[in-house]
């Protein structure tokens, strides 16, 4: 049986970090073209992840099955301040929770959520809030079977 590892990734791994974007991406961008880019400038998206890497509120994890790359998520603190309409709140939001589609159906998403989980607790937060987009029924399904529920619904139309 393969073991999954979870760590926090280093700038050693932005390769590999770019490379299992492009599985999410595409799904985005056929899911969403008018709002996905059919894929993303590699130097950009490692500029990117390099910047996180720096910024103590982000957390980049990745994981891997016997020494190989096979997902990664990216979370960040938020803190909101109070509005004349909402409390101040302090939240962990899953931006990102991805794996290879060699590696699917073997437990690496659930275990990458609960390390995100437990530093969501470890940190004294008690909400975990991510977007996962209507049409991507896989996404759907896996949340809610963890536990995720609804929390606001946004619509579109297109206008055209």
């Keep these: 049986m393969s073991s999954i590892a979870i760590r926090p990734a ?3 791994d932005i390769p590999a970090l770019v490379a299992l974007n492009a599985g999410v991406q595409a799904l985005h961008a056929a899911l969403s073209p008018e709002i996905f880019k059919p894929a993303v400038d590699p130097v950009e998206l490692a500029s990117f ?4 890497l ?3 509120a982000h957390r980049l ?3 891997e099955v016997d020494g190989a790359a096979a997902g990664y998520g990216l979370a960040e603190i938020q803190d909101r301040a109070e509005t004349p309409f909402a409390l101040a709140r302090r939240r962990f ?3 990102h929770l991805a794996v290879d589609p060699a590696f699917r159906r073997r437990g690496i998403a659930a275990a990458l959520l609960d390390v995100l989980e437990g530093e969501a607790r470890a940190l004294g937060l008690e909400t975990v809030v991510l977007d ?6 896989g996404a759907q399904a896996f949340f809610a079977a963890a536990g995720y529920a609804p929390l606001n619904l946004t619509r579109a139309k297109r206008l055209g």
Excluded: E, K
């Excluded at 996962?132 to 029924?137: E, P, Q, T």
């Design 93 to 95: 939001y899953l931006h």
């Design 49 to 52: 992840l390099r910047g996180v």
């Design 10 to 12: 280093v700038d050693t």
């Design 61 to 63: 994890l990745l994981a």
């Design 54 to 56: 720096d910024q103590p």
């Design 132 to 137: 996962a987009w209507a049409a991507n029924a």
